[in-house]
């Protein structure tokens, strides 16, 4: 590893430049309990890894690009207004 760079784990987020992203956002995930079966494929393509082993979405670092949401298979999550 080059010297003076910093190795990141990708499980867990970092605050960046600006700050934590999820205080920009408009809209925000909401996970149905019931529908969910815990399959970790919202998980697999968060861009911010946002969601943890327990599907809990982390809000500060969210930041609520409905990726998540488009690729559940049981629509387990809703997209809702957060501003």
Known sequence: MSQGRQRLAMSRP???????????????PVVDKDKCDSCGICRMYCPDNAIDGNIEIDLEFCKGCGICANECPKK???MVRDR
Not at 14 to 28: C, D, E, L, N, V
């Open 76 to 78: 387990a999550i809703e």
């Open 14 to 28: 970092k605050q960046g430049a600006a700050g934590r992203t999820g205080f920009w956002r408009i809209s925000k």
